[in-house]
């Protein structure tokens, strides 16, 4: 089991942050929304339709409406960066090549790379391919976006220029973000709303200032980044000096 | 004892897993075939790959083999007395067998691995995932038009593999070997039918075609998202196929040649 | 856009390349002329023993392919084999012709040689030819040699 009576409530409009410790099921849960995967039990409604009690093509329907930010990147290797952002808009659309030229340049042009038009996402740094993969994220002007570790392994400019764009493409457009990550640092300074989740529960949730004075011990350890708490810095261990003896024999 | 039992019971039984799994599987990526006839570009794309990539190994693969024909041919004919019977031999072989079988297990290990390579390394970089969630089905845009690339190039590479062979063994046969050009071709012409030969040929080489593209997209498909799974569905490709392309071959000689 | 007009000209040249091969291997290779087989009239002989006589088997007049073997079974009245010859539409025989299996060169295949006879009428549909010389069997040859060359040394 890797959920256990989860309920989370994520507003319209707003960035909502899912934390906690890596393992914990974090990708699964976006996974979950996304209806890649399906719950042993309980609901997801999104938009107020249960996500996986439709047909398939309505779940496609629907997730024309989301978008989804992968923490690879997830861009197609065979396609260079203009048309990995028009893919969406030609397989999803009958616009003109001029139109979607047109699109896929604005788009370029949020996330400040029109210029990389013409390179293949493997001449891409980390940085650039997540910017290029966000612009193919809203290509379709979706309601949501669901943002799957967007700062791990990014150098300080890159993860600057993520945080940044989340922020900007929240409210410039509107959309309803999902953040799942464990750096709470750049997580916090953009979130509405932060749930920190460990052990498949809900322990602790609240605007990010409430969280990083939590009652609870366990958040403040997490929020705060201390080595030792109720986390042990030592994974369970015989008594150290019997260990050593007992090497002796 | 009883853990070999039980070790072999459940080899048994993630075997049949496998294999059901495959099945549904293909009847998957068959639902999204028809759909291609609406974009044959996307198809056209996987040719070049599966197809024009993998020509000079037929072409050169094929006049090898031709050429070897035409010399052990020739030898052992030549005690009987009918070397004149070369062309039949090296045209027969080739058409009936060697092209389609040949042709089969070079393309499992040119064509068939790098399509489970390239689908297994779209899967670990979570391409397809992606795909799926910009409400795209890897299996009609990704799978179908490769699997269906590999059964429209199978026939026609075999028999790309068999012309040149036949023209191998020629220029061996009558050219080295002074083996009579008008007995070459018209002994083989008498004796090479187009139903019983080069028919059935052709229907083992869409047969192979058939088994050796599902089992690259297959394996590829349900490779361990890592690049040791890669690496390893790419062993394996190789490897079934060869076995499957070789098993089926006897089951339909059989059928076709029994009598 | 370029890229890709190459790409679709390369699989192009790929696919006229695979069907120049089918084509070389249906026109050069193999008999063409089986393709039209399917006109014709057909005939049947009644042979005492009709050897390895095949179905395909060619049917020839003075060494002249003119038709093929289309059928071959067994007459449980007569006890001997039906062989039911295809022969050409434009292939004209006189009724009378008889039927012989040969055998070409020492080890080849059977064939149907036939022999134009001297009658008015021709050969048509569902005609029998009534005159027939049975495949030459080796196993008999060598018998009846041997036998002859016994009954000579027991004339000694």
């Known amino acids: 089991m890797i959920f256990d009576g989860v309920d989370i409530d994520i507003p319209r409009g707003k960035i909502t942050a899912i934390m906690g410790p890596s393992g914990t099921g974090k990708t699964t849960l976006l996974r979950l929304i996304g209806g890649q995967l399906r719950p042993q039990a309980g609901r997801v409604l999104v938009d107020g339709q249960d996500v996986h009690a439709l047909r398939r093509r309505e779940l496609y329907d629907l997730r024309k409406r989301m978008g989804m930010l992968f923490q690879s990147g997830a861009l197609l290797t065979d396609i260079n960066v203009f048309d990995n952002v028009a893919f969406p808009l030609r397989e999803h659309t009958r616009l003109s090549e001029v139109m979607i030229r047109d699109l896929v340049l604005m788009k370029l042009e949020a996330v400040g790379l029109r210029g990389a038009r013409d390179m293949s996402p493997s001449e891409l740094s980390g940085g650039m391919a997540r910017r290029v993969a966000l612009a193919r994220a809203i290509a379709l002007d979706p309601m949501m976006i669901m943002y799957d570790e967007p700062f791990t392994g990014l150098d300080p400019i890159s993860k600057g220029a993520v945080v940044e764009l989340i922020h900007k493409i929240n409210e410039a457009l509107g959309v309803t973000s999902i953040i799942v990550s464990h750096d709470v640092q750049e997580t916090a300074s953009i979130s509405d709303y932060i749930y920190v989740l460990s052990g498949g529960k809900v322990v602790g949730q609240g605007a990010p200032q409430n969280l990083m004075n939590s009652d609870s011990e366990w958040v403040r350890q997490f929020m705060q980044g201390l080595p030792d708490g109720p986390v042990p810095f030592h994974y369970p261990a015989p008594d150290y000096a019997e260990d050593l003896l007992a090497g002796q024999g | 004892m009883t853990g070999g039992l039980a070790r072999l019971g459940r080899a048994a039984l993630s075997f049949f897993e496998r294999l059901g799994r495959g099945h549904l599987f293909l009847l998957q990526i068959l639902a999204g075939v028809p759909g291609l006839l609406l974009r044959p570009r996307l198809v056209i794309q996987q040719l070049y790959s599966v197809g024009v990539l993998s020509l000079v190994i037929i072409v050169v693969s094929g006049l090898f083999v031709g050429m070897v024909l035409g010399l052990q041919g020739y030898n052992t004919l030549a005690d009987f007395g009918a070397a004149e019977s070369l062309g039949v031999m090296v045209a027969l072989s080739l058409v009936r067998e060697l092209g389609p079988v040949v042709t089969a297990l070079l393309f499992g290990g040119r064509a068939g691995s790098a399509l489970t390579a390239e689908i297994g390394l779209m899967k670990a970089t979570e391409q397809l995932s992606g795909m799926e969630m910009m409400a795209v089905d890897p299996l009609r845009r990704v799978i179908a038009p490769r699997f269906a690339a590999g059964v429209i190039a199978m026939p026609l590479l075999a028999a790309i593999f068999s012309a040149i062979g036949v023209v191998g063994g020629y220029f061996v046969g009558v050219g080295l070997l002074g083996v009579d050009e008008g007995a070459f071709w018209s002994q083989m012409q008498a004796r090479v039918d187009l139903y019983d030969d080069v028919m059935n040929g052709v229907i083992k080489s869409v047969a192979f075609g058939f088994v050796a593209s599902w089992i690259a997209v297959y394996e590829g498909y349900d490779a361990v998202p890592t690049s040791e799974g890669v690496s390893r569905a790419t062993t394996r490709t190789v490897v079934h196929t060869a076995l499957a392309v070789l098993g089926l071959d006897f089951v339909l000689t059989a059928l076709m040649f029994g009598e | ?156």
């Open chain 3, 1 to 156: 856009m370029k890229q890709s007009t190459t790409t679709e000209i390369m699989v192009g040249v790929f696919v006229a390349l695979g069907f120049a091969a089918l084509f070389m291997l249906a026109m050069k290779v193999s008999n063409i002329s089986a393709l039209n087989d399917q006109d014709g009239y057909e005939v049947q002989v009644y042979f005492e023993n009709a050897g390895g006589l095949k179905v395909r088997s060619p049917v020839t007049v003075a060494g002249v392919r003119v038709g093929r073997v289309a059928a071959i079974g067994f007459d449980d009245q007569l006890f001997e084999a039906v062989v039911t010859l295809k022969l050409n539409p434009g292939v004209k025989l006189p009724a009378d012709s008889s039927a012989s299996i040969f055998t070409s060169g020492l080890l080849g295949e059977q064939y149907v040689a036939l022999e134009p006879g001297g009658a008015e009428t021709n050969l048509k549909e569902g005609d029998r030819i009534t005159l027939s010389q049975s495949a030459l069997i080796l196993e008999q040859v060598i018998g009846r040699v041997l036998f002859s060359k016994a009954s000579e040394g027991v004339s000694k």
